[in-house]
């Protein structure tokens, strides 16, 4: 399967600030990639979808405003939590799919700590 | 998208055979069946696919029968490792676009010695 990275793998901040989260994708190239977000002991939770060089699609109720996701490459999206509060401390993990696949392949997440 | 079911835990001990089955009574055509695997604070595993009968590969079996309503993820013969949480998840294939997937509660598995 892919190797999809993440970076970093756990950052803590400050509320108010932003953070950017990378997702790259290492052996393949990825048309698609979803973030995906995950409380404790909760099941995953899709944010958003993103096609190379496209803008992103964002599910109901996740602030697209809050949470800019770039799609630069077919190797690399980020995510960047814009003027991060508590409550958006969280489990953030990213998935990418190339063209004329359905298997997924999860980036190992990265934790982020506002306090 | 469809929804699944899945039961919320199972226990078993290493050696013996686990079966856990996902219900998803509201399947598309388009959809596949998806089974991931994940540790505690990683991102989920690809395990295995399907979109009807019997898919088999290294690690596990999927059994999927004519009416898709439902799906069973086979682990041969587990070990304390296989320990984790299972989802079963439908996805579709949008051309061109996103292949979502909706994730439900999914299976903790617990294997003892």
């Known amino acids: ?115 | 998208l469809a929804k699944t079911t899945q039961p919320i835990s199972m226990d078993s001990y290493e050696g013996q055979e686990v079966n856990i089955t996902c219900s998803h009574n509201n399947i598309a055509t388009n959809d596949y069946i998806t089974w991931y695997q994940q540790f505690p604070s990683q991102g989920p595993r690809f395990i295995i696919q399907g979109y009807k009968t019997k898919v088999t590969n290294e690690v596990a079996s999927l059994f999927i029968p004519a009416d898709r309503k439902s799906s069973t993820l086979s682990l041969p013969r587990v070990s304390l490792s296989d320990t984790a949480v299972y989802y079963c998840l439908v996805g579709e294939w949008v051309t061109g676009g996103g292949n979502k997937l909706t994730f439900g509660t999914g299976t903790q598995l617990k294997v003892e010695l």
């Open chain 1, 1 to 115: 399967g892919a190797v999809v990275s993440q970076h970093p793998s756990w950052v803590i901040c400050k509320s108010g600030t932003s953070v950017k989260i990378e997702c790259r994708s290492l052996d393949f190239q990825a048309t698609t990639m979803f973030w995906y977000r995950q409380f404790p002991k909760q099941s995953l939770m899709l944010m958003a979808t993103s096609n190379e060089g496209s803008k992103a699609t964002y599910e109901q109720g996740v602030e697209k405003d809050k949470f800019l996701i770039n799609h630069a490459s077919l190797t690399l999206s980020t995510l960047t939590v814009t003027s991060a509060h508590p409550e958006d401390s969280s489990f953030y993990i990213c998935s990418v799919r190339t063209s004329g696949s359905y298997e997924q392949y999860f980036g190992p997440g990265t934790r982020l700590t506002v306090t």
